[in-house]
């Protein structure tokens, strides 16, 4: 037989080139083979997740990183001896010999021991890990108390840039959001951001917002965080000032070593492609009333009142910019640590709304308490634009006097600045109504600033000491507010007229705490850890309010024509309006005094059952005194009360890595100073008071919670939570002491509000793919009087009061999380989309029974790519709302005058009142750590 390939073999060059990856292949199987293995924590088996392992040989040297499973492979090595070393944060460093076989693959196990052995070892070791995904699931699982943690590491690849979108990706929390879009408030579990508080490190934190204790979240920048705790169930040596959960900023610690770590990034808002950014100079702003800097008695000039900020600038899709750079080391033998870091935002925000306004309401023509229905007669257009700068700036220095005492300071300081743009058109539903134009141009500045030290003693091996004292001053500068109106007589007119006063406000407060804690801590064996301690904080608030009304309209010619605000014609008419407002209800000042006892155990029953348990004692001191008329009851006020919180957790362990925990607590709500003062603001519809006979809340607490982590990346949590509260505070309507006309406060109602749910927390990953995720069932309901407007027998309009039984302003029944993942360690991708869902939520309560507006179900997608290269060089792109997700306020009743409200009805059975627009962010950049 005749074989045609040695011909061809003979006969082409090909055969050289066959021959050559024959004899490569074969020398390829006989003497490069493979090297595999797992890195492991002996003392619990967690696979360590990111470990560089090296293999160095006498002619190569390559390096590797572990995957999710502590997994490791080096392909194609040739035969012969390799050192193999491995190296993780805060283990001690790994070394074997081992040989390469002529076939098969090689597998070792490597153990990394914990380096910690004192003291200053642990807290230099712990530093760097805290910030890791790992560390936050270690953490949540070895708790006492039931906690989310979010960790650096997830904060830096995800799509957030502010903590206030960061925490909206948390089991249980949903987010009010400022009128930029960004999550600015925190609902805990259905109850709204009165019930929790916020910390750092433990410290809460005064707020610049005058009306509230509440910290705008929008202001801190992410990448500032080592972790942040939502904590779920209280302990005797928190606060009990939470009854829906505290949120606690742990900031980052002092490296082991020489570290700097950098990112910028730059992109833009694409609302801003189909409009123009329109901005202001602010330059000619004065921070101060004309009366701040002359005295209450001065008569203010037309010339104190600059209106070069109603000149605006329009710039087409604005780029953005976020920087942020951190330095630290360990020196003096490691004894000294310092961090100093930095961030600087600047983000062009925008929407676009439509307003429904004018709410009339209809009269019921019979006299039983039927809910009334309603009516708008105007629908406003508003474009705003908004130039956001946050600056955030943190230094930390720690000392280890030896491996029994340790002394820390911290700073933090944070400025949000915003200017804000709203151009507004204001149209009537009937054709022949003028059409109004708004121009509001406002600048605010806030700020938080803390300082902090610290110190711990280990007076013997069963005696330990810390303590803290901290100073922190919140502001709130919102100086010049201006707005300008015009108007054209109807919609065929061209030529712009000015009628109304020009308007211009100040607004200043500052929020002070002073604060001191203290604990010893007492070990007499290995089954009783005894803990007790206390603290103090004294606060001062001040808020200063102040306005003026330049008249536009002209003696004995009326209203002028608009040309620009450079050559309106504006004087003081009536003649009191060029002097302070001195009694007005925004002035006040007032303090606040909390002192805390407490005492509490950790008992170990067993191996496997922990109980937590103790007693909290706070006493509270509230005064104020407001500028309100001397002819007005409680200008002053004082209260004084105390409230024993009595907690205790329990953990049973079915395995390492599986628990049942049941947890109870008692907390209160204080009310604001704010609230407190009787303003008796005069609005449209009705008074706005505060309530001087306002009491706190109390509240019983239960938690259940099963939680098992498979591994550090896989893990199932199901819990239940059951919440009663006493004297909640909630808006409701009642006749003013000096009018007959109808006053909306806050108030206690008569019978308690409920709040329960379940939680459900998921990840898995099947090699480098991945998928986690959370939902959260919640109902709550809470009784407040609400108003109906009828008829009375002799056709006058009358008001009657109904109960009415409703969800907690803010609460969505149904709140999820689901993230699709990659990542690959050893390839450097780390990619996440990420869905938000919240469910229908109550966004303003009305005052008329069954006439709330609620915001309407909505959900945000949003992207993360990151990839890393040598030499700790990453890139990467966040992108937010891909889908373009539109905000959506009605009012859950039928139109019954569908005739003046066409469009404002998208179905029978609810009206349409407010559609705020929002489109994609998309940001790239690079960021480095060496």
Known sequence: MKYWFPSLFTTYPIRDAFLAIVLLSSSTAVSAQHLAGKVKDPSNNDDLIGATVTVS?????????????????????????????????????????????????RWINVHLNSEAQNLTELVIAGAADRESDESARKSELKAANILNIVSAKAIEISPDISLGNVLQRVSGVSMLRSGSGDGQFAIIRGLPNRYTYSSINGIILPSPDPQTRAIPLDMFPANLMERVEIIKSLTPNVEGNAIGGATNLVMKEAPNSWQVNGSIATGANTIFSGRAFSGFDRSGFSLQSPSEKHGNGYQAKVSDFPTSQLRFNQTKLPLNLVSNLSIGNRILGKKLGFLLGGTYIREYRGSNSLLYTGQSIITNNTQETIANSSQFTTVQNRQYSYLQSRLGLQGKLDYQIDDQNSIKLSGI?????????????????????????????????????????????????????????????????????????????????????????????????????????????YIPDKRVDI????????????????????????????????????????????????????????????????????????????????????????????????????????????????????????????????????????????????????????????????????????????????????????????????????????????????????????????????????????????????????????????????????????????????????????????????????KSARNGWNVQATYVYTGKRISVVSLYYGLDQWQRANSQLDLSVNKSFIGGITAFVKATNLLGANIYQDILASNSAEQNTSGASGASSRMLVQKDVFKQSVLAGVRLSL
Do not use: C
Request: charged share 20%.
């Open 531 to 822: 803990t007790v301690g206390g603290m103090i904080r004294w606060k001062d608030r001040f808020s200063y309010y102040n306005r003026y009304n330049l008249n536009t309209v002209l003696a004995g010619l009326g209203v002028q024509q608009y040309l620009s605000a450079q050559q309106l014609q504006l004087s003081f008419s009536p003649a009191q309006n060029a002097f302070a407002d001195s009694t007005n209800a925004n002035n006040y000042s007032g303090t606040e005094t909390v002192g805390g006892l407490y005492a509490m155990g950790k008992f170990y029953l067993g191996s496997r059952v922990e109980l937590l348990a103790g007693v909290r004692q706070e006493v509270t001191r509230q005064q104020y005194d407001s500028r309100i008329s001397d002819v007005l009851d409680a200008k002053t006020g004082s209260y004084k009360y105390a409230d024993l919180l009595p907690s205790a957790n329990l953990k049973y362990k079915l395995t390492d890595r599986q628990n049942i925990r049941a947890s109870y607590f008692a907390g209160i709500s204080r009310p604001n100073i704010y609230e407190l003062v009787p303003t008796l603001i005069n609005g449209d519809l009705y008074y706005e008071s505060g309530n001087p006979n306002l009491k706190h809340t109390r509240s019983q607490n239960v938690d259940v919670r099963y939680e098992n982590f498979f591994s550090t990346t896989n893990y199932v949590i199901i819990g239940a939570f059951y919440k009663n509260l006493i004297n909640p505070i909630e808006t409701s309507f009642g006749s003013a002491t000096s009018t007959a006309k109808v006053t909306l406060q806050p108030t206690n109602p008569d019978k308690p509000a409920k709040d329960y749910g379940l939680e459900l927390l998921f990840s898995k990953f099947l090699g480098n793919f991945g998928v986690s995720g959370n939902y959260t069932y919640i109902q709550s309901s809470v009784t407040t009087p609400k108003l109906i407007q009828q008829l009375d027998k002799a056709g006058n309009t009358v008001g009657v009061l109904k109960d009415q039984r409703r969800p907690l302003q803010g609460q969505s029944s149904h709140i999820a999380n689901l993230s699709l993942l990659y």
């Open 57 to 105: 040989g006498k002619s190569i040297s390559v390096s590797n990183i572990t995957e999710l499973d502590g997994s490791f492979r080096f392909k194609n090595l040739p035969v012969g001896p390799y050192k193999v070393t491995v190296s993780y944060i805060g283990y001690k460093p790994f070394e074997e010999q081992v040989e390469i076989p002529r076939s098969g693959e």
């Open 413 to 521: 300081f944070l400025r949000l600045d915003e200017k804000q743009h709203r151009n507004m058109v204001q149209t009537g539903l009937s054709q022949a109504d003028e059409i109004d134009y708004f121009d509001r141009v406002v600048f605010t500045r806030k700020t938080i600033a803390n300082a902090a030290v610290s110190g711990y003693h280990k007076f013997s091996p069963s005696v330990s000491a810390d303590w803290t004292g901290s100073y922190a001053v919140a502001t709130s500068t919102r100086p010049n507010w201006t707005e300008l109106s015009t108007f054209r007589k109807n919609q065929y007119s061209d030529t712009l007229y000015v009628g109304n006063p020009l308007n211009f406000q100040w607004l200043r407060s500052s929020d002070k705490d002073k604060s001191v804690y203290a604990n010893i801590r």
